[in-house]
Nanobody, 122 residues
Framework: VQLQASGGGLVQAGGSLRLSCAAS????????MGWFRQAPGKGREFAAA????????YYADSVKGRFTISRDNAKKMVYLQMNTLKPEDTAVYYC????????????????WGQGTLVTVSS
């Protein structure tokens, strides 16, 4: 299994970005997926998760109402639409495959993408 995140970049506060995560390997549609982020000098923190069929989504309080996670199982893709971006959203964003436990816990995920950098200027 490989996960490839893309779509990061530099954006002004209030702007939007859409991150993509391309998955390889079989059984992608059987797994819930998540997005995490890691700001400079900080630990990796949960941002959003989506169930295997896309029926349910979960968000950290810090992004709720601004970020939307979605997926396309036919294309083996997971997306993170980020709106109304703030400087504190600046981080490397990672997609990951959920294997069980709590969505917000790093240890609940087994495969991780390489990360894509999002920089929000004020």
């Amino acid at each position: 299994v490989q996960l490839q995140a893309s779509g990061g970049g530099l954006v002004q506060a209030g702007g939007s970005l859409r991150l993509s995560c391309a998955a390889s390997g079989r059984a992608f549609s059987h797994y819930d997926m998540g997005w995490f982020r890691q700001a400079p000098g900080k630990g990796r923190e949960f941002a959003a998760a989506i169930t295997y069929n896309g029926d349910s989504t979960y968000y950290a309080d810090s992004v709720k109402g601004r970020f939307t996670i979605s997926r396309d199982n036919a294309k083996k893709m997971v997306y993170l639409q980020m709106n109304t971006l703030k400087p504190e959203d600046t981080a490397v964003y990672y997609c990951a495959r959920f294997t069980g436990g709590r969505y917000f816990a790093v240890r609940s995920y087994d495969y991780w993408g390489q990360g894509t950098l999002v920089t929000v200027s004020s």
